[in-house]
């Protein structure tokens, strides 16, 4: 993929963000500004009238956990839409710093540069096209649900897919810029891996040779090129847990209300499954397929924002595990060592707003709290048919 591709991929996801609120603008800021309230503005009047007018016959607290949704989608856009119109343009965010490109890519900054940003062009591309076509499918369905009549399509896509938009490229923003990171940080651990293999001493002296020492010694050291090329390494590790830091603290409380609002959204739509399923209704196989499209869009999130920071994390691992290999004989440069060590064990792990680990190590918080959600449902609907009487009082699950 050359320059031109990569940039005309970037600029059709900018443009994509522009107009549906998620991107800020280069210039005229104060209209972008506004066309991001009216967006909020449409997705909140369409949400709370959907609250409003929703009068499906079901238990109280099912139709509590099915409307949650609708006011978690609202709060996720609103701080979608704030960020980004108090952040601005942030290209200086990273692509200024020349000097810590220098220092990551090495003499080959230009060409490794190249093929960096090339991959990346390629790794956002696709998966914009996934997101999209993912959001499309569910359109299709959705108007093939309503036989093709474009006043429910307009509302019912109103109120679910455009905020689902939203929120999807926001989360996907979120991970080009971990992937982002990773990659530097993949490119960190090259250059390390560089300096631990040139202080091997030279082919055919072996330990017992009196010379041995000697040429260790000055090729540990390298008259302290190896300590220079390691504090640089150090300095841009800072600098990438830094911008790390803020990435978390931009993104955090969106991440946690996206993490309890599609918890509860796919509880629903499990236990929706669960309904049909003990007595099926084929006829609204439509409906079927855009609710497993539905869950499964829940799940994916859940594991998106866990799984994006995962990646960050290994390579962190990794780094430490070469400053572990490198082969130390001299006191500062042993300090220094020891003081990269510590600053990749303290920046090791990460939390939304202190809530949610970002780990797939708290997979299973989620999936206990899932089960736990779905079982006490099904209770009682059970205990409610026992109660009532299935045939007077079965919950529908075909409601939209």
Same mark, same amino acid.
């Given at each position: 993929?050359?320059?031109?591709?990569?940039?005309?991929?970037?600029?059709?996801?900018?443009?994509?963000?522009?107009?549906?609120?998620?991107?800020?603008?280069?210039?005229?800021?104060?209209?972008?500004?506004?066309?991001?309230?009216?967006?909020?503005?449409?997705?909140?009047?369409?949400?709370?009238?959907?609250?409003?007018?929703?009068?499906?016959?079901?238990?109280?607290?099912?139709?509590?956990?099915?409307?949650?949704?609708?006011?978690?989608?609202?709060?996720?856009?609103?701080?979608?839409?704030?960020?980004?119109?108090?952040?601005?343009?942030?290209?200086?965010?990273?692509?200024?710093?020349?000097?810590?490109?220098?220092?990551?890519?090495?003499?080959?900054?230009?060409?490794?540069?190249?093929?960096?940003?090339?991959?990346?062009?390629?790794?956002?591309?696709?998966?914009?096209?996934?997101?999209?076509?993912?959001?499309?499918?569910?359109?299709?369905?959705?108007?093939?649900?309503?036989?093709?009549?474009?006043?429910?399509?307009?509302?019912?896509?109103? &109120?679910?897919?455009?905020?689902? &938009?939203?929120?999807?490229?926001?989360?996907?923003?979120?991970?080009?810029?971990?992937?982002?990171?990773?990659?530097?940080?993949?490119?960190?651990?090259?250059?390390?891996?560089?300096?631990?293999?040139?202080?091997?001493?030279?082919?055919?002296?072996?330990?017992?040779?009196?010379?041995?020492?000697?040429?260790?010694?000055?090729? &540990?050291?390298?008259?302290?090129?190896?300590?220079? *090329?390691?504090? @640089?390494?150090?300095?841009?590790?800072?600098?990438?847990?830094?911008?790390?830091?803020?990435?978390?603290?931009?993104?955090?409380?969106? *991440?946690?209300?996206?993490?309890?609002?599609?918890?509860?959204?796919?509880?629903?739509?499990?236990?929706?499954?669960?309904?049909?399923?003990?007595?099926?209704?084929?006829?609204?196989?439509?409906?079927?397929?855009?609710?497993?499209?539905?869950?499964?869009?829940?799940?994916?999130?859940?594991?998106?924002?866990?799984?994006?920071?995962?990646?960050? *994390?290994?390579?962190? #691992?990794?780094?430490?595990?070469?400053?572990? @290999? *490198?082969?130390? #004989?001299?006191?500062?440069?042993?300090?220094?060592?020891?003081?990269?060590?510590?600053?990749?064990?303290?920046?090791?792990?990460?939390?939304?707003?202190?809530?949610?680990?970002?780990?797939?190590?708290?997979?299973?918080?989620?999936?206990?709290?899932?089960?736990?959600?779905?079982?006490?449902?099904?209770?009682?609907?059970?205990?409610?048919?026992?109660?009532?009487?299935?045939? &007077?009082?079965?919950?529908?699950?075909?409601?939209?």
């Amino acid at each position: 993929m050359n320059n031109s591709q990569g940039n005309s991929h970037l600029g059709l996801f900018w443009i994509i963000g522009l107009c549906l609120a998620v991107a800020p603008s280069k210039r005229r800021r104060a209209l972008h500004g506004i066309w991001c309230l009216l967006v909020l503005g449409y997705v909140c009047s369409f949400n709370i009238w959907k609250c409003i007018s929703f009068n499906s016959d079901m238990l109280t607290i099912e139709r509590v956990l099915y409307l949650m949704e609708y006011p978690g989608n609202m709060f996720i856009v609103a701080l979608i839409i704030y960020n980004v119109i108090r952040s601005g343009p942030r290209r200086k965010y990273i692509a200024r710093q020349t000097k810590l490109f220098q220092v990551i890519f090495g003499p080959d900054q230009s060409k490794s540069a190249h093929q960096f940003r090339a991959r990346l062009h390629r790794k956002s591309f696709k998966l914009l096209l996934m997101t999209l076509a993912f959001h499309s499918l569910c359109l299709l369905i959705d108007m093939s649900y309503f036989g093709f009549d474009w006043v429910k399509t307009w509302s019912s896509n109103s &109120v679910h897919n455009l905020p689902a &938009v939203i929120i999807s490229l926001n989360l996907l923003q979120f991970d080009l810029a971990l992937r982002f990171l990773c990659l530097l940080e993949k490119q960190l651990c090259r250059r390390l891996e560089e300096l631990r293999l040139s202080q091997r001493p030279p082919m055919g002296l072996n330990k017992l040779d009196v010379r041995y020492e000697l040429a260790f010694s000055l090729l &540990v050291n390298a008259g302290g090129g190896s300590l220079l *090329l390691l504090e @640089q390494i150090r300095s841009a590790s800072s600098q990438l847990n830094r911008l790390h830091e803020q990435l978390i603290g931009s993104f955090g409380l969106i *991440l946690v209300l996206n993490c309890g609002n599609s918890l509860i959204s796919l509880c629903e739509e499990v236990f929706s499954l669960f309904k049909f399923f003990e007595k099926p209704e084929w006829d609204e196989w439509l409906l079927l397929i855009y609710r497993c499209l539905w869950s499964f869009m829940h799940a994916e999130r859940i594991w998106f924002i866990l799984v994006a920071n995962e990646r960050l *994390l290994e390579q962190k #691992c990794h780094l430490s595990m070469l400053l572990n @290999q *490198l082969v130390v #004989c001299e006191t500062r440069l042993e300090q220094s060592v020891n003081r990269f060590l510590l600053e990749i064990q303290v920046g090791l792990r990460q939390k939304a707003c202190g809530i949610i680990d970002l780990d797939t190590l708290a997979l299973g918080g989620f999936i206990s709290a899932f089960m736990a959600i779905v079982i006490f449902l099904i209770q009682i609907e059970l205990g409610n048919k026992s109660l009532m009487g299935f045939a &007077v009082n079965r919950s529908h699950w075909n409601y939209v």
